[in-house]
């Protein structure tokens, strides 16, 4: 039976906890989290977004630590979580 498809009959409750001591109180992951976020703030002092646009801010490279100008854009939610990712957080190209 797929993930998915056992968590809709089996309702698993998430445990916050658990995870953010296992994955997001890790320094990498604080590191690109902070980045995110000052990326965000970047893209609207630039005028590339608008606070409560609903959109996210996408790194064309698909480094996080990169916040250079050039290397932002803003597109919605769906369209910037859909791309097929490798393991260096690239496109996958065809």
Same mark, same amino acid.
């Given at each position: /039976?797929?993930?998915?498809?056992?968590?809709?009959?089996?309702? /698993?409750?998430?445990?916050?906890?658990?995870?953010?001591?296992?994955?997001?109180?890790?320094?990498?992951?604080?590191?690109?989290?902070?980045?995110?976020?000052?990326?965000?703030?970047?893209?609207?002092?630039?005028? %590339?977004?608008?606070?409560?646009?609903?959109?996210?801010?996408?790194?064309?490279?698909?480094?996080?630590?990169?916040?250079?100008?050039?290397?932002?854009?803003?597109?919605?939610?769906?369209?910037?979580?859909?791309?097929?990712?490798?393991?260096?957080?690239? %496109?996958?190209?065809?």
């Amino acid at each position: /039976m797929r993930r998915a498809a056992y968590k809709r009959l089996h309702k /698993m409750a998430r445990n916050y906890a658990k995870e953010y001591a296992n994955y997001h109180s890790r320094p990498e992951q604080i590191k690109k989290r902070s980045a995110r976020n000052k990326a965000r703030r970047l893209a609207i002092k630039l005028g %590339k977004a608008k606070v409560g646009d609903g959109k996210d801010v996408h790194h064309k490279d698909g480094n996080p630590l990169n916040n250079n100008s050039n290397n932002l854009r803003s597109m919605t939610k769906s369209k910037n979580r859909s791309f097929a990712r490798t393991k260096t957080a690239r %496109k996958k190209r065809v």
